[in-house]
């Protein structure tokens, strides 16, 4: 009798484990959007020994550009401070899809072209970084950036 009970215990348990026969596991929980700070970020690039200096929050932004971020900060970088980069966060992919319309306009401009040659997306987070800097540099901001966990 007591056979019976521990392999009727046995079946239940491994029923309890793998779910439903035919079933495969859960499927993960999605991430919200809006999951990194800009603070994060600039930790992120202080942490993988890039250059952030003097970082500072600024909400204006000029020649028509979109205000659809929650938050943006702008540093300088060594080599050619007092030029750098910025840090866009944004709450909505729509808000992100916004700037990104926004830079392919400049992009397509040969006049304002050059100053968007380094942007980085990722998650909730824009990055751009100066046209100025070896293509090595910037990469090492791009792959800070998607060492982000969540």
Do not use: K
């Not at 900060?73 to 080599?79: D, L």
């Not at 944004?90 to 319309?101: G, I, N």
């Amino acid at each position: 009798m007591l056979r019976y009970l521990l392999i009727a215990l046995f079946a239940l348990a491994a029923v309890g484990c793998s779910g439903l026969p035919g079933q495969g596991p859960p499927p993960p929980t999605p991430l919200p959007f809006n999951l990194h700070t800009a603070q994060q970020v600039l930790d992120v690039f202080r942490a993988a020994g890039l250059s952030v200096i003097n970082p500072a929050r600024e909400m204006q932004v000029g020649r028509d550009a979109p205000s659809s971020f929650r938050d943006r900060y702008v540093f300088a970088i060594e080599g050619v401070a007092p030029n750098g980069g910025q840090v866009l966060i944004f709450d909505t992919p729509e808000a992100l899809a916004q700037w990104t319309a926004y830079i392919e306009r400049l992009r397509a401009n040969s006049a304002t072209r050059r100053d968007v040659s380094y942007v980085y997306t990722f998650r909730n987070v824009m990055i751009q970084i100066n046209a100025d800097l070896p293509p090595r540099t910037a990469q090492a901001y791009r792959d800070a950036l998607e060492g982000l966990t969540p």
